[in-house]
């Protein structure tokens, strides 16, 4: 009789054949009735819905959105196709977030299809799916597919969103709008229909983003045909907008910055200006350094105490003598963030003394990530590709509804960020949104808290702000600040957060 292993090991094989191409979607038949019961005994898979499955891993907390938000669009796509065939498409408003690169995972789904029933269908974590009846599928070159899911094209979705999708989603149909490379497309849907109205907004929207000459082209063209079309500005007069003719990330993170800028300034306190007496201020960066490991790596899940980072300081750590430190994942975090604290401290200096912060940054960015995990690829405990550089492989972050962009994007975004910071006066908006857009970038396969919060201090020293300490006490309301940022598209709870963080800092340092 095959043993317990063997049996769940013959389970494994036929996942493993499932998983094939990255799959983590799979219909419950495709598996034996034992083979899906072990399997979701042991945690390797996890129901959806009645007749589907989905991907996980053992040990895994139930409550732990992780494996459903990895799964989420590939469900979308495989659940529709096997129910509606291929007469179904997303909204034109999911379109267009899509295209633009917004990577939340969506609260509702819409689906348009000939078969629906306006029907919702409950999903985990209170997502849905609502199938509402079309009458007839649009034209085929209205549609694009990615990734299995069917898409309205950014021209066919912009003349049917509605005007509050622009100041509802201004970022993203900023990203929309640039990435139209003229008219044709738009005014081929817009003179067929008769849309005069949309023309109007469609006008206003390319010349807010100063593109007058398709403006131009879509007025002159409809009035041509005849149309009475009157040009309205569908954004909101407040937003900040420019042209973007770029990729969609590229427009997205460059939009974002602009929109994000100002409640920063107001929300941030004045900045002292860099320090006259950079020997002290070095040396209270000194003096931080363990209450800034202890809180930092706390944040980040490890069981770091006081203790052991003075042991990592004062160079007691000895993972040639003693097992207990070469095996702990705690204290090779500890020993990789002092070697990191100790470059970051080098660039700290050299922006107090004068030097472009951005391009010190730019330099030394890459050895702070490297320092970070060294003591851990040396122990064995993590592969030593993971200091390659920036991640191959998609990231889903725990609890969280934002999606960081796809891999391929990220080669894009890491220079658009320092482009941003290299463009931005303000020491105040270099601090608060590199460390968020840092972290809504996440280039790295893990670290990118720590280097996000690194990087938040060099900005800080560029305005002579004190090093400054997120404590781990704080942790709920600083992923919630974040998370606001990155879903809501509110900076302000997370500027705020950052603000009075440093007013801490400041008075700390003045009774140092």
């Known amino acids: 009789m095959a043993e317990p292993a063997d049996r769940l090991a013959l389970s494994l094989e036929r996942l493993e054949k499932l998983q094939s191409g990255g799959r983590r979607v799979f219909r419950s038949k495709e598996l034996t009735r034992i083979h899906r019961e072990r399997l979701l005994q042991n945690g390797f898979v996890r129901r959806v819905i009645h007749g589907w499955l989905i991907s996980s891993s053992p040990g895994v907390d139930p409550g732990d ?56 269908l409950q999903l985990p974590f209170e997502t849905s799916l609502y199938d509402l009846k079309e009458g007839q599928l649009p034209p085929r070159n209205d549609v694009t597919e990615r990734d299995g899911l069917v898409l309205y094209t950014p021209e066919a979705a912009l003349t049917r969103v509605s005007e509050s999708f622009f100041t509802r989603y201004p970022v993203e149909a900023q990203v929309a709008l640039a990435g139209v490379p003229e008219a044709t497309d738009m005014l081929r849907r817009l003179l067929n229909g008769g849309h005069s109205t949309i023309a109007g907004r469609l006008a206003g929207a390319m010349r807010r983003i100063e593109r007058p000459e398709v403006a131009d082209v879509i007025l002159g063209s409809m009035r041509a045909a005849g149309y009475d079309v009157r040009e309205t500005d569908p954004f909101t007069p407040s937003e900040v907008l420019g042209t973007r003719k770029t990729t969609p990330i590229v427009s997205r993170l460059q939009a974002m910055w602009e929109t994000f800028r100002e409640p920063v300034i107001d929300l941030f306190p004045s900045p002292p200006g860099l320090p006259s007496d950079q020997e002290s201020y070095l040396q209270y960066v000194d003096e931080i350094y363990k209450s800034d490991a202890y809180h930092s790596l706390s944040i980040e899940g490890y069981r770091v105490t006081p203790v052991l980072v003075e042991r990592v300081r004062s160079g007691q750590w000895d993972p040639d003598g003693h097992a207990t430190d070469k095996q702990s994942s705690d204290a090779l975090a500890a020993r990789g963030y002092w070697q990191a604290f100790q470059l970051v401290r080098d660039a700290v200096s050299r922006i107090v003394a004068g030097e472009d912060a951005v391009d010190v940054v730019i330099t030394s960015h890459r050895d702070w990530y490297l320092e970070l995990f060294q003591p851990c690829v040396a122990a064995g405990l993590v592969q030593a590709s993971v200091l390659a550089g920036y991640r191959n492989d998609a990231v889903f972050l725990r609890g969280s509804r934002h ?60 305005g002579g702000y004190p090093w400054t300490v997120v404590r781990v006490d704080d942790r709920d309301a600083y992923m919630a600040a974040l998370e606001e940022a990155s879903i809501g598209a509110d900076i302000r709870p997370f500027a705020a957060f950052i603000a009075t963080c440093v007013a801490d800092s400041e008075q700390l340092k003045d009774r140092h």
């Open 65 to 120: 959105t992780t494996p459903w938000h990895a799964s989420f669009w590939e469900f979308c796509a495989r659940y529709c196709a096997e129910r509606f065939s291929d007469q179904w498409h997303l909204s034109p408003e999911q379109s267009l977030l899509l295209h633009a690169e917004n990577t939340v995972i969506p609260r509702q789904v819409v689906i348009y299809t000939p078969r629906g029933t306006n029907n919702t």
């Open 403 to 462: 999606v960081p962009p796809r891999p391929s994007s990220v080669r894009d975004a890491v220079p658009t960020l320092f482009n941003l910071l290299k463009d931005e006066p303000e020491p105040s908006v270099r601090a608060v949104l590199g460390h968020w857009m840092f972290g809504y970038i996440h280039p790295y396969p893990d670290g990118n808290g720590r280097m996000a919060r690194f990087l938040m201090n060099a900005m800080l020293a560029t």
